[in-house]
């Protein structure tokens, strides 16, 4: 289906009253094409909604004397292919589990948590410190961590067990579920490499 020659556009760019006419008159093809890609009917008039403002800001840019619903059909298609990309990424989220998992604390209970953590880790022998900062912070392995304080892998291992049992007992955790957002601390209390 061909359109009609249409006049320029109006010189402050847009549409005119001649394309608003023609836009309203594409409707039922562009619903029906919507439908087709979405057997959605909400969704359908979402996109044929989302084409029409979209043609009608760049009207500046459609060839006159073209197929207007081949550039309206385009326009949706585009559209449409564009918000399918975007729901790819998305998460079906419906009873809020993932939602959940991505709340953060209050800024001043981190900082109450990271003070006693800090004061916790301080108290640890300097041995057991340095260990679980290798492994647990630095994601050093035990083997490299081991290199660095010249000790065996065994006595790595060692330490660090101990220091995160330490750990938790200190700040009277159950286990490392207990511990807040703060990635160090789950790494320095969590299992290791």
């Known amino acids: 289906m061909t359109c009609p020659s249409i006049r320029p556009a109006s010189p402050q760019g847009g549409a005119d009253a001649e394309m608003r006419d023609l836009l309203l008159g594409a409707i039922p093809a562009l619903r029906a094409f919507a439908y087709s890609l979405t057997y959605n009917l909400d969704r359908s008039d979402d996109l044929v909604q989302d084409t029409l403002v979209r043609a009608w800001t760049k009207a500046d840019s459609f060839q006159r004397g073209t197929n207007l619903t081949a550039w309206l059909f385009t326009i949706l298609r585009n559209l449409f292919y564009s918000e399918q990309r975007k729901r790819k990424r998305e998460v079906e989220d419906g009873d809020g589990v993932h939602a959940a998992r991505?709340?953060?604390?209050?800024?001043?209970?981190?900082?109450?948590?990271?003070?006693?953590?800090?004061?916790?880790?301080?108290?640890?022998?300097?041995?057991?410190?340095?260990?679980?900062?290798?492994?647990?912070?630095?994601?050093?392995?035990?083997?490299?961590?081991?290199?660095?304080?010249?000790?065996?892998?065994?006595?790595?291992?060692?330490?660090?067990?101990?220091?995160?049992?330490?750990l938790i007992e200190t700040l009277g955790m159950t286990g490392t579920d207990d511990i807040g957002a703060d990635a160090f601390t789950r790494a320095a209390a969590g299992s290791g490499p």
């Open 102 to 166: 991505l709340t953060s604390l209050p800024e001043q209970e981190i900082r109450v948590e990271m003070r006693e953590f800090q004061a916790a880790l301080d108290g640890l022998p300097l041995s057991q410190r340095e260990a679980l900062v290798l492994v647990g912070a630095q994601s050093f392995t035990y083997e490299e961590a081991a290199a660095i304080c010249g000790v065996a892998v065994g006595t790595m291992k060692s330490r660090v067990s101990r220091a995160r049992g330490r």
